[in-house]
């Protein structure tokens, strides 16, 4: 099972930019798919991007395509968003899961994943 660790959010104003980190511990990183997924107050986790275990595919949320970049190193056991243009609407919790295969968009489902971490906040003032 891998443990996943979110750092990088931060106070960044409309505009701005910040790049989150989920490290994993444990030696299965590289074989798992690896996604973001926020929850914003009073509103349901949604989510954010994927990624395959190679990092060959990747799916956005149609609101972050063009904005979002999700990476991973698996030198490193490291995934990461670069999240550029940011929006006071992107303010949430940002959390970082793993599943065995990356499968299509639609098994992306928050409520499909059992365990989460503590997430890292990303708050933008406009």
């Known amino acids: 099972q891998v443990q996943l660790v979110e750092s990088g959010g931060g106070l960044v104003q409309a505009g701005g930019s910040l790049r989150l980190s989920c490290s994993a511990s444990?030696?299965?990183?590289?074989?798992?798919?690896m996604g973001w997924f926020r929850q914003a107050p009073g509103q349901e986790r949604e989510f954010v991007a994927a990624?395959?275990?190679?990092?060959?595919?990747?799916y956005y949320t149609d609101s972050v395509k063009g904005r979002f970049t999700i990476s991973r190193d698996n030198t490193r056991n490291t995934l990461y968003l670069q999240m550029n243009s940011l929006k006071p609407e992107d303010t949430a919790i940002y959390y970082c899961?793993?599943?065995?295969?990356?499968?299509?968009?639609?098994?992306?489902?928050?409520?499909?994943?059992?365990?989460w971490g503590q997430g890292t906040q990303v708050t933008v003032s406009s």
């Open positions: 899961n793993a599943k065995y295969r990356i499968e299509s968009r639609t098994t992306w489902n928050p409520t499909d994943f059992g365990s």
């Open positions: 444990g030696r299965t990183f590289s074989e798992n798919a």
């Open positions: 990624i395959s275990r190679s990092g060959f595919i990747t």
